[in-house]
């Protein structure tokens, strides 16, 4: 079975302080994600990777970096945090193809609740 | 941009009753997954369509891919309580390096009153 392993389930953090959230897979997945999960927002991509120190950005990655010097860790790094930073982090993995017409199912961590105060 | 919205946000049902989410997109979508969270938790995969008009059953749930493959569905029948948690549709992100990349809709939040 698919492991995604975050490495806090809620962390407290001050504004303006630089914040490390960890993700480790170990499936041998070429693609890792994060997503910031918000109510009625559904899962917004922040930052992904399809390979070693590869990454592109999301949808929504202003104030976020990201680091894959391993294949199996995807570090997400709030460079400077903020209270609008405050909400529930997932990483998640997969393999890098399904198929001409078909995607691979994603593998999602048990999430960081991330308080900025 | 892409987009894939889904309706209704929230939806409380009586044990026993049906319930039904859908999901639309702004693109033609290659294939179309559903993902259930349960409180607390994290999304966990369910089901992936692809054929245009598709339909697969899992036990009591039931999903549809749209003909134009621009909208899908999904059906609880008679629901427990352990229908309850959030439900994800996600489409493939398409264009550039986008391989296993998804756009998710906003989820349906199910509550199942006993």
């Known amino acids: 079975d698919v492991k995604v392993t975050q490495s806090s389930r809620y962390l407290v953090k001050r504004t303006g302080e630089k914040v490390f959230l960890e993700c480790v897979q170990d499936m041998d997945h070429e693609n890792m994600f994060w997503y910031r999960q918000d109510p009625g927002l559904g899962l917004r991509l922040i930052y992904f990777?399809?390979?070693?120190?590869?990454?592109e950005k999301g949808d929504i990655p202003e104030g976020y970096s990201v680091s894959r010097e391993k294949k199996e860790r995807f570090s997400l790094i709030l460079e400077s945090a903020s209270t609008n930073q405050t909400s529930m982090y997932l990483c998640?993995?997969?393999?890098?193809?399904?198929?001409?017409?078909?995607?691979?199912?994603?593998?999602f961590g048990d999430g960081t609740r991330l308080s900025i105060l | 941009g892409q987009q894939v919205m889904q309706i209704p946000q929230y939806q409380h049902v009586q044990e026993g009753e049906d319930f039904t989410t859908y999901c639309n997109s702004s693109t033609t979508l290659s294939n179309i997954q559903w993902y259930k969270q349960r409180p607390g938790g994290h999304p966990v995969f369910l089901i992936q369509?692809?054929?245009?008009?598709e339909v697969k059953k899992q036990k009591r749930l039931t999903f549809q891919f749209g003909e134009a493959k621009k909208n899908s569905s999904l059906h609880i029948t008679a629901t427990q309580t352990t229908d309850v948690g959030t439900y994800f549709c996600a489409g493939p992100v398409t264009g550039g390096t986008s391989y296993g990349k998804l756009t998710f809709g906003q989820g349906t939040i199910l509550t199942v009153h006993p």
């Open positions: 369509l692809v054929k245009s008009g």
């Open positions: 998640a993995s997969s393999l890098l193809w399904g198929g001409r017409f078909s995607n691979q199912p994603q593998h």
């Open positions: 990777s399809y390979d070693v120190k590869m990454k």
